[in-house]
């Protein structure tokens, strides 16, 4: 299982969290959705796109054009080889080191009082953004991200939420959310198994999820729950020297 998360990572996770604006320069996946979250507006290094310093230059150039930072998203899959080393030595800045889990879909489909719907709500969307809504007035294209995909958006009691993507064997666990007030009461436990629950349901074998290194308490509510770290990627991003 870890080999399989390992090498397939970076296209999962751009699979689930779509941007609606993609292109392909050499094997280099350069995503953009208005700067709303780095996943989608990265790049992503599938491929050697041969003289790697021309194609960061283009790269620049393109997310220059666009009114944004360049932005890499770096896994153990990331081509060529050493490109980490290459961005850094440009004046990359580390960001974000992000640690993906994963567990195999083998307990129990109790919903637990969690409904499960194809679309997001009005008020799933309102929650989950005044958890984790970063970008001021750009709600309409976070959802336009959010339903790029088909996906399942768990609801629990006005104040929990969660996303499950259905991806073949694996489903992405994405968008966990629990209002400040509603915290260590076990909701955000109980979002995430009806979500396996549905995963298995859509014929998952196994799921997986990405949350960022620094984030503790999440990290040991997803091992309690039986997910273990087995892969993780990092984002390095041009860094912008004063004038």
Known sequence: MTRRLETRLGELVAEAWP??????????????????????????????????????????????????????SL???????GLDAVLEG???????????????????????????????????????????GRYDHQLPMAERILTGVRAGYAFLDGAAVGRGVPQGEWLGVYAMAVAPAARRRGLGRRVLRSLLGWGREQGCERAYLVVVERNAPARAMYEAEGFAPVAGYHYRVKSVTPE
Request: glycine fraction near 10%; include cysteine; hydrophobic fraction near 40%.
């Open 75 to 81: 896994d153990a899959g990331a081509r060529p080889e």
């Open 19 to 72: 941007a609606p604006s993609a292109q392909d320069i050499g094997g280099w996946l350069l995503r953009h959705a208005g700067g709303v979250t780095k996943r989608a507006n990265s790049v992503l290094p599938l491929r050697d796109p041969g003289d790697v310093d021309v194609a960061v230059e283009s790269v620049e150039r393109c997310y220059a054009a666009l009114g944004l930072p360049a932005v890499f």
């Open 90 to 132: 440009r004046g990359y800045e580390l960001v974000d080191p992000t640690i993906a889990m994963a567990t195999a879909l083998d307990g129990p489909c109790d919903r637990d009082g969690v409904e499960i719907a194809e679309t997001p709500s009005q008020e799933w969307l309102d929650l989950w953004w005044s958890v984790d």
